[in-house]
């Protein structure tokens, strides 16, 4: 049996280390893919639930970094992720890099949740974290850039602008610093700074060129052409709005570009079919919603030709689409209206329960008053009839004491008799008694030198070396602490049970429930380890387990004790 147990416990350790090796090797391959292919690192990633749930916390949590970051890098929803970052900021705590990027990914989600306050604190807070790590700029760099558009969104433009400072002095690739100066000038854009703003556009124009990035070329030049329209500069704006076109690549959407163009044409008196042609070209592009200002432009346009009746049709065409959105605004005002309606009944509806619970608690508290009252008048009753009962008793007792005195008296002639011979017996008693407790003694003595031998033993052993070792390294985190492996905890429970092999076998004699491994515990409690020590003899990198199977040995032998 002792054979079977060992293969199995050997057995069930080889199976968990391959687990962990084999969960490590996944982690460590999606982290060296995840910049140039997150798309295969999502599919590397596409673990089932019951896999994760055999996950430890600490590859959890690793898990929910891993696959957040994949997420976002390939434009995909985070909702998934929701209950798995959970775990990370659980997990993680705040003098930890990880729980920086767990705080990163849960604002971005809560950003697409619409839940701009707890984007926002979740956001700060991983930045306060990421002043502890000054090289974690990737991390940094993307939080910074979601905490700006935040801001600018919720229009507090001046700390929009200093969050975009700091965030393009994170910058090391020209994608990025294009980013941030992007996002600069439509702050001096906002705030009617025209000259910042077509500086600031043009160096990030510079850096879009020196990536050779068509789209994001054709995005600044845009971008340039509606500042300049914004400041009146419309010839300008018409250059910017034709090399944007221009460098617009072929699979990408162009209805904005097209109108764009052809609205500055109309604007600067050009060419009238020139600036038809490419609003034409933009309703070919655009969404739905986004058709009624070429329809305005295009009735305009086929009025000033004198087309009347195609202008009226484009104007139709544009009252239909502008009425589709002024109905679905209202029908989301409608639904705004139902929901504040549905909130307003739910807070009466909680008001209203909670007036009954008032009432049940006052009407509770008022019987229980009752029945204490009750309860205290009983007791009050009950001591009065014992306080009777008990002077009846007590005369009673005083006639029998009279009586008992008598036979007291007589009775105390037999007993000094009686003691004469028990003095006697007592000398003779303490004697035996005084030669019983130094052979007590002696064998205390021998029983101390038996476990210091035994002690002295076990510190000669090679075992005891390592364990001491292990006890006296120096780690800061608990999670580094390094315990006996498994064959020295084997060695370590030959040595013990081998040196204390009598007091073992009494153990096993006198409490027969219990297993090897308390008794190896008690063993070591024998010796002059203290509970640290003894924890790292077990494997364990703190003592609340050693605890947990002292409190089971205690109650082991409390069981056989109430069994004999």
């Not at 058709?291 to 544009?318: F, H, V």
């Not at 689409?321 to 679905?328: E, G, Q, Y």
């Not at 409690?525 to 020590?533: D, G, N, R």
Request: net charge negative; charged share 25%.
């Amino acid at each position: 049996m002792k054979i079977t147990s060992a293969l199995l416990s050997l057995s069930l350790l080889l199976f968990s280390c391959s687990h962990n090796n084999e969960t490590e090797a996944l982690f460590l391959k999606a982290d060296s893919l995840m910049d140039e292919y997150p798309d295969s690192v999502l599919q590397l990633l596409n673990i089932q639930p019951e896999e994760i749930e055999d996950f430890s916390d600490k590859e959890c949590a690793r898990y929910a970094l891993l696959l957040a970051r994949a997420t976002d890098k390939c434009e995909q929803s985070l909702l998934p992720c929701d209950s798995l970052l959970n775990i990370a900021l659980e997990y993680y705590d705040d003098e930890e890099k990880e729980r920086a990027v767990a705080l990163l990914y849960k604002g971005r989600l809560e950003v697409e949740m619409n839940s701009t306050e707890d984007a926002i604190v979740h956001l700060q807070e991983g930045l306060t974290i990421l002043t502890n790590f000054p090289k974690e700029i990737e991390t940094r760099r993307i939080t910074l850039s979601t905490l700006g558009n935040l801001y600018y969104k919720a229009k507090y433009y001046e700390e929009a602008m200093k969050i975009y400072r700091d965030l393009y002095k994170h910058c090391t690739t020209d994608k990025d610093k294009f980013i941030a100066l992007y996002a600069m000038s439509s702050y001096y854009c906002m705030t009617n700074k025209e000259d910042s703003t077509i500086i600031t556009q043009q160096k990030a124009l510079k850096y879009a060129m020196s990536m050779k990035d068509s789209a994001m070329i054709a995005s600044s030049l845009l971008s340039l052409s509606l500042d300049y329209y914004d400041f009146n500069q419309l010839d300008s704006a018409v250059h910017y709005a034709q090399q944007a076109l221009i460098s617009m690549p072929q699979y990408e959407n162009k209805g904005r570009y097209y109108y764009n163009l052809g609205n500055l044409l109309l604007e600067t008196e050009g060419n009238r079919d020139s600036a038809a042609y490419y609003i034409n070209k933009s309703m070919e592009d655009l969404s739905f919603n986004g058709r009624y200002l070429c329809l305005r432009s295009l009735s305009d346009l086929e009025k000033e030709n004198g087309n009347y009746e195609i202008a009226t049709a484009y104007l139709e065409d544009y009252i239909d689409i502008l009425d589709s959105i002024v109905t679905t605004e209202q029908s989301t005002k409608t639904q705004q209206l139902i929901y504040g309606y549905k909130t307003k009944m739910r807070v009466r509806e909680e008001q209203i329960k909670g007036q009954h619970i008032q009432l049940i608690i006052i009407v509770s508290a008022s019987i229980t008053c009752f029945l204490i009252i009750l309860v205290y008048q009983n007791r009050i009753n009950r001591k009065r009839r014992e306080q009777f009962y008990y002077q009846q008793a007590l005369e009673q007792t005083q006639n029998k004491l009279s009586s008992l005195q008598t036979i007291i008296n007589d009775n105390q002639a037999i007993i000094f008799l009686l003691q004469q011979e028990h003095s006697d017996l007592q000398e003779e008693q303490k004697n035996k008694e005084m030669q019983i407790h130094e052979r007590e003694q002696i064998i205390a003595q021998l029983q101390k030198e038996k476990i210091q031998l035994r002690n002295w033993l076990f510190t000669q052993s090679e075992i005891y070396k390592k364990v001491h070792s292990l006890f006296n390294q120096k780690v800061i985190d608990k999670k580094n602490i390094k315990v006996l492996t498994a064959p020295e905890q084997k060695k370590l429970k030959d040595t013990i049970l081998n040196i204390y092999a009598d007091y073992a076998t009494d153990l096993r004699l006198k409490y027969p429930r219990l297993v090897e491994d308390d008794i190896l515990l008690l063993c070591l409690q024998e010796t002059s380890l203290e509970s640290k020590a003894i924890a790292i003899c077990f494997g364990y990198s703190d003592t609340h387990p050693i605890n947990q199977r002292k409190q089971r040995i205690k109650e082991r032998m409390e069981e056989n004790k109430i069994k004999v």
